[in-house]
């Protein structure tokens, strides 16, 4: 591989920002847009799944409730890495403009259509297509921003294109607390009305075709490939210039160790975040719930929900009903507000991880987040008890549980070149996802384990039994390549 702008290494300097064109801020408008509303749907996915399911599945007792939670987030996760792979390979040979036009249509148009579902399957069908739709555009648009940058600038556009999913991920609550997902608006479940929203970013197309050009990389190594082909000259083996080629990530050894290093580092950050991070509003609930039957002195399975906790605690079935909706709101409001300061800490967190990996190096920011991580998931899974520790709790998890992402947006452009550069980004971070989606199961299943023996909220053991997945993280690092101070491979 070779490589060019030998001048480009960190630490970057003003100059960076002076160099960026009207073009380059487009671009980058254009990227953190469509980042941001893929962090909207998924916020509103994580508030609104267990409201959504319970509607769908109205006879379904509460006990079974999670295992749906589980298995729906497992289908969305397994599409953001199918979409992932196959707009990677399509970012690559088609352009990365095109490639992230396609696939926000396609999240914008099944996140609205999730709202709309009849039935549970149909439900994980819609949530499987839109995972697609955001796993491509995930690709494409970090592809995107990390050709197009003026190399003193990168590291940091691409941390502003982090910390945008931290803003949509804001508007996500917002609107959960706009629009409560376990009530009702006009007749009309506030979980559906919620989804509705997820059309929006389609108005995001507007705007990436009209303004948006493709990277002159992409465009110089689409026309090498080209000239390659129209040659007809034989080559040695493994030297072809073909965009998109998965193959070529493994026949070259220094790209193969990297996309294994690459895919773990990813892995364990997606675990993190999507197997324990992202299960807040559940833990909210349940703690919650505790306090109710503490406070109310009843125990045993008659009260096992709110529902059952409102009957065993008023005295005639209206206020039973009132109760219960009353218990309802309040606990929307406190998820929305603690999910809210949940991406505020994400927020501050993956750019101070960007700052160490620019200031310090790749490795240092990757052993600093997943140590924060670990650290954090164990105060917060294994101490929150009460409705005031979700105001302090939750934003020291988002900041923790986030910042391996202000690194990882940095890292994997910088591993690949040019013509493979959104097919092995894709590769690696969505090849992860497929193990990802099995870590709502394993939580599932070690949370209903935990539960036959007796634990009250069985989420927390089983929360910090699935947190030794950072270890994992910090024992790969050492062999990660350092990439500070180097430009991205031709």
Known sequence: MTRTETTAGDPPSRRGWDELTRAHVWILAA????????????????????PALRGLLPGLEAGQLPTYAFWSTGYFIAGWATGGLVFGLL????????TMTWTIVLYSAFTA??????????????????????????????????????????????????????????????????????????????????FLFGAIPSLLVILIRSRVPEPNRWVRARDRAREEASDGSPSPPGSELRLGDIRAIFRDPILRRRTLVGMTLGMVGQIGLWSIGLFTPELVRAGMLAERRQAAAVAGTPARDLDAL?????????????????????????????TMLQDVGSFLGAPLCTFVAVRFGRRKSFALA?????????????????????YWMLPLLGFCTCGIFGVIIVYLPELYPTRLRTTGTGFCYNIARYITATGPLVLGSLTHLFAGLG????????????????????????????TRGQPLPE
């Open 455 to 482: 634990y009250a909220t069985p989420i927390r053991p089983a929360a910090l039994c699935l947190s030794v997945i950072y270890v994992l993280g910090l024992l790969v690092v050492p062999f990660a390549p350092e």
């Open 113 to 194: 259509l999730s709202g709309l579902a009849r039935s549970w399957p149909e439900f994980a069908f819609y949530r499987f297509l839109c995972g697609m739709g955001i796993g491509g555009e995930y690709a494409a648009g970090v592809a995107l921003v990390a050709e197009a940058m003026p190399a003193r600038a990168r590291p940091f556009t691409l941390g502003l294109v982090q910390a945008a999913s931290s803003i949509g991920a804001m508007i996500g609550s917002g609107l959960s607390l706009l629009v409560g997902p376990q009530g009702a608006v006009g007749g009309i479940a506030g979980w559906r009305i919620l």
């Open 31 to 50: 990227a953190a847009l469509g980042w941001l509303f893929d962090a909207m749907d998924q916020r509103i996915f994580v508030v609104a799944r267990t």
């Open 310 to 338: 409102a009957r065993a605690s008023a005295a005639t079935p209206e206020e039973a009903a009132a109760l219960s909706t009353s218990w309802k709101q309040a606990d929307d409001r406190l998820v929305g507000w603690g």
């Open 370 to 390: 997943y140590s924060m991580a670990m650290a954090s998931v164990w105060i917060v899974f294994g101490t929150l008890s009460r409705g005031a520790d979700v």
């Open 91 to 98: 970012g690559d040979r088609y352009g990365r403009v095109r």
